[in-house]
């Protein structure tokens, strides 16, 4: 899986380096050779630094609404139909938390369930929930940073906030949001080679690292946008969603979400 290319790296960089040591202490007697500069340590990020958060068979530790989210065959399912639309974008919110300074992971696909073939969902993050208990139709709502994934050529992998300022950064973009809320953005990747990758109704490894102002996404193992908001809108903790944006009928399913602290 593409979450273990770190560590495979990693475990090969460690052993280039032991080897270098290895010829370099196999020099001829009386040479000497010094290093010079910086020196970088290397770790191994063990796979176990992660945590599931879904347990694969039920919702325990999850709330949205039942009409749309249930779990089928190890994944979560979010789904509408004609007959059951949602009015409002509906969300299933973790509520074990509100983590500030971590990395997520999980893998996503969409199912084609009308003529439409639409689908567009998304993880909130640093977010938070507002509302209506009393109505069903707004129970279930959630505003905040949201890295995106749809049925579309463009909105997988943007950073999108969803009920404020909208987006952030596309996809291939380095955006700096300075403290009086300018935005200075750098593209580092092409759009369309970066969205290549991305297969709609196939698993997706999905990550995104959040650190302090940084937040960065990856899809498939590229990074798709990297944002610095130094803004005094700036989110630096808050709930973890997963949403179902109101249209047409769709269904997204999301698997093996697991989440790493980084306080």
Not at 55 to 70: A, E, H, I, V
Not at 179 to 203: C, K, M, Q, V, Y
Not at 206 to 230: F, K, P
Not at 237 to 246: D, V
Request: aromatic share 10%; net charge negative; proline share 3%.
């Amino acid at each position: 899986m593409i979450f273990n290319e770190r560590i495979k790296i990693q475990i090969a960089v460690a052993i280039a380096a032991g080897l270098l040591l290895f010829l370099g202490c196999g020099n001829n007697e009386g040479s000497q050779q010094e290093v010079t500069g910086d020196t970088e340590t290397i770790s191994l990020e063990m796979e176990n630094d992660f945590e599931s958060i879904f347990n694969g068979s039920d919702l325990t530790g999850w709330d949205g609404d039942p009409r749309f989210w249930r779990v089928e065959d190890g994944a979560i399912v979010g789904e509408t139909s004609e007959d059951n639309p949602t009015e409002k974008n509906t969300f299933l919110i973790w509520e074990e938390g509100e983590p500030s300074n971590f990395e997520i992971r999980f893998q996503y696909r969409f199912g084609i369930v009308s003529a439409d073939e639409y689908g567009n969902s998304g993880i909130q993050i640093r977010s938070e929930r507002f509302g209506d208990d009393e109505d069903p139709n707004l129970r279930y709502r959630v505003r905040g940073y949201q890295p995106d994934f749809a049925i579309s050529d463009w909105i997988p992998g943007i950073m999108y906030e969803e009920q404020a300022r909208g987006i952030l950064a596309r996809r291939g973009e380095r955006v700096l949001i300075d403290a009086d809320g300018e935005s200075h953005t750098e593209r580092f990747a092409d759009e369309e080679e970066l969205g290549e990758s991305i297969e709609h109704t196939n698993w997706n490894d999905y990550q995104v690292y959040a650190n302090g102002d940084t937040i960065r996404t990856y899809i498939n193992g590229n990074l798709t946008h990297e944002l610095i908001d130094q803004s005094p809108e700036a989110s630096h903790e808050g709930i973890l969603a997963f949403q179902i944006h109101s249209g047409p009928p769709m269904r997204i399913d999301v698997r093996n979400i697991e989440l790493k602290m980084l306080d």
